[in-house]
């Protein structure tokens, strides 16, 4: 079983609509949380980080359950320009975990 | 301030050859990263250098090896490649280790093994 989870989709959603992912990771050691946004053949980029109380930045939202062991990110009002792949990633013993990412498309 | 940046951008190799990938680091980073990510897949740690020492290793096998300078930028070097060391190798630095402080990724060497 791999470290962090997540449905590789893809997601193909209408422009405006709501759309959430979920990732799940195995080890409770893991100690920090985050998103990362990748564009097609670009380096992944910080999308927000992830707080057990949850967070929010403009039109997306993450939460942690740590009891559950999952992450989730939810974006509302969605634009062409959030087509890409979000990696969901823990921080383990100083480095990153990353799961193999979900790939959204989101459709005119 | 200056980002990371990664050379060479785009490598062809044949099988067998070796390969030294360059990251330079964020200015006051003296954490560097090294991950590789094949096709469809997630980037996969391979190990990770502060101040000069290895602090941290992936399940790579030992051909993969890395130094930092007392600069903190880096190299990652392969040796005997094979065909499935083709991916997008990225190199992330931060300032401490620990992850807490963030992570600033370059944009990455595709290597090519043929």
């Known amino acids: 079983r791999k470290e962090v989870e997540q449905d590789p989709g893809p997601f193909n959603v209408p422009e405006g609509a709501t759309v959430a992912f979920n990732c799940t990771y195995s080890?409770?050691?893991?100690?920090?949380f985050f998103w990362y946004r990748q564009d097609c053949r670009k380096e992944p980029k910080l999308l927000m980080s992830v707080y057990s109380s949850g967070n929010e930045d403009g039109r997306f939202t993450a939460q942690l359950n740590r009891a559950s062991q999952y992450i989730s990110l939810l974006i509302r009002d969605s634009k062409l320009s959030d087509s890409a792949t979000y990696l969901c990633?823990?921080?383990?013993?100083?480095?990153?975990?990353f799961g193999k990412g979900t790939r959204l498309h989101i459709l005119p | 301030e200056t980002g990371v940046t990664q050379s060479p951008t785009h490598l062809i190799k044949t099988r067998g050859q070796q390969v030294t990938l360059r990251c330079s680091s964020q200015s006051g980073h003296n954490t560097v990263s090294w991950y590789q990510q094949a096709l469809g897949q997630g980037p996969q740690f391979i190990f990770q250098y502060y101040r000069e020492e290895e602090n941290g290793r992936g399940n790579f096998p030992p051909r993969f090896s890395g130094l930092q300078f007392p600069n903190y930028s880096s190299e990652l070097n392969v040796n005997a490649l094979e065909l499935d060391d083709s991916a997008l190798y990225l190199c992330?630095?931060?300032?401490?280790?620990?992850?807490?402080?963030?992570?600033?990724f370059g944009s990455g060497t595709r290597l090519t093994v043929v």
């Open positions: 990633a823990v921080i383990r013993d100083d480095k990153i975990i």
């Open positions: 080890n409770s050691a893991s100690q920090s």
């Open positions: 992330a630095s931060s300032r401490q280790t620990g992850g807490f402080y963030g992570y600033t």
